[in-house]
């Protein structure tokens, strides 16, 4: 498997491609997460993705390869971005007490003109926590650049998931199974 570019700064993205035993080196440039109105939900972070792809490709010679992600959290048909500060943090936990709600992951493998992109989606339910229980996790985890305020291989989802249906890793911010498996077949 050859050596790719991560265009990511997510340190869990990260750990779970040094896991996987892939060679990478990582550029992150900032780019636009805006969207176009009227985008399906579930496009949204194949979309973002891209740009973070396309971003990174421009200064790159056009026989890297790239792999880009973009994850977000959806309750109902509301997108659950990063909190902005703690409250926020606290607000969107107590709305995801209790709830079902969908984590998708965009990737974007980009080589040169050709691309592979997909998404991986994954079904959380947490318990009903209490607000002491999320007002511990805000304070002791800090997790401010964590869409939908949480990363699940911490305190809370250790102790407050009831399920999960779908890719564990895909919540933590990439579905590595399926990365490597487009990463072996990728000519």
Same mark, same amino acid.
């Given at each position: 498997?050859?050596?790719?570019?991560? /265009?990511?700064?997510?340190?869990?993205?990260?750990?779970?491609?040094?896991? /996987?035993?892939?060679?990478?080196?990582?550029?992150?440039?900032?780019?636009?997460?805006?969207?176009?109105?009227?985008?399906?939900?579930?496009?949204?972070?194949?979309?973002?993705?891209?740009?973070?792809?396309?971003?990174?490709?421009?200064? @790159?010679?056009?026989?890297?390869?790239?792999?880009?992600?973009?994850?977000?959290?959806?309750?109902? !048909?509301?997108?659950?971005?990063?909190?902005? #500060?703690?409250? !926020?943090?606290? #607000?969107?936990? @107590?709305?995801? %007490?209790? !709830?079902?709600?969908?984590?998708? +992951?965009?990737?974007?493998?980009?080589?040169?003109?050709?691309?592979?992109?997909? %998404?991986?989606?994954?079904?959380?339910?947490?318990?009903? @926590? +209490?607000?002491?229980?999320?007002?511990?996790?805000? #304070?002791?985890?800090?997790?401010?650049?964590?869409? *939908? /305020?949480?990363?699940?291989?911490?305190?809370?989802?250790?102790? *407050?998931?009831?399920?999960?249906?779908? #890719?564990?890793? !895909?919540?933590?911010? @990439?579905?590595?199974?399926?990365?490597?498996?487009?990463?072996?077949?990728?000519?």
């Amino acid at each position: 498997m050859e050596r790719i570019v991560l /265009a990511s700064q997510s340190p869990r993205r990260k750990q779970l491609l040094e896991w /996987a035993e892939v060679d990478f080196d990582i550029i992150v440039r900032p780019t636009d997460e805006s969207y176009p109105d009227g985008l399906p939900i579930g496009e949204i972070p194949v979309h973002i993705a891209r740009q973070k792809a396309l971003v990174v490709q421009a200064e @790159l010679s056009h026989d890297q390869l790239i792999l880009a992600a973009d994850t977000i959290v959806v309750l109902g !048909n509301k997108i659950i971005g990063k909190p902005t #500060d703690r409250q !926020n943090a606290i #607000d969107i936990l @107590l709305e995801l %007490s209790g !709830n079902e709600h969908k984590v998708i +992951t965009g990737v974007i493998l980009r080589k040169g003109t050709k691309e592979i992109a997909f %998404s991986d989606t994954t079904t959380v339910q947490f318990h009903p @926590l +209490t607000p002491e229980q999320i007002s511990f996790y805000v #304070d002791k985890y800090q997790p401010y650049d964590k869409a *939908g /305020a949480y990363a699940i291989q911490e305190w809370i989802g250790v102790t *407050g998931i009831k399920s999960i249906h779908g #890719d564990f890793y !895909n919540v933590m911010g @990439l579905p590595v199974s399926r990365v490597v498996q487009a990463l072996s077949g990728w000519r």
